[in-house]
């Protein structure tokens, strides 16, 4: 099975920036699409971007051109860099994962991580 965990989260002054990152690990699988979803206190979890292999990427609205998604294929990585944070930024960020293995189309998610943006 295919395991996910992200790192970077941490505190951050409004306007201040943050780069999450995400492995994942396993054996003999094949990654599709890698995300980063997040979930804001007292929220449902939401897609923040989404990157394919061939380096097409989506953003929501909220963080076009603040936030950039971008991924290591050799290495199974995937990162989000985030600039001029916003309080509205502060959640727990997961990763997300589709995947190939066995020849089955898989999903997997982290633990999450907590980005808390406050002055």
């Known amino acids: 099975q295919v395991q996910l965990a992200e790192s970077g989260g941490g505190l951050v002054q409004p306007g201040g920036s943050l780069r999450l990152s995400c492995a994942a690990t396993g054996t003999s699988f094949s990654l599709n699409v890698m995300a980063w979803y997040r979930q804001p206190p007292g929220k449902l979890r939401e897609m923040v971007a989404i990157?394919?292999?061939?380096?097409?990427?989506n953003y929501a609205d909220s963080v076009q051109g603040r936030f950039t998604i971008s991924a290591d294929n050799a290495k199974n990585r995937v990162f989000l860099q985030m600039n001029s944070l916003k309080p509205d930024d502060t959640a727990v960020y997961y990763c997300?994962?589709?995947?190939?293995?066995?020849?089955?189309?898989?999903?997997?998610w982290g633990q999450g991580t907590l980005v808390t943006v406050s002055s």
């Open positions: 990157i394919d292999r061939s380096g097409s990427t």
């Open positions: 997300m994962a589709n995947y190939y293995k066995d020849r089955a189309s898989l999903d997997a």
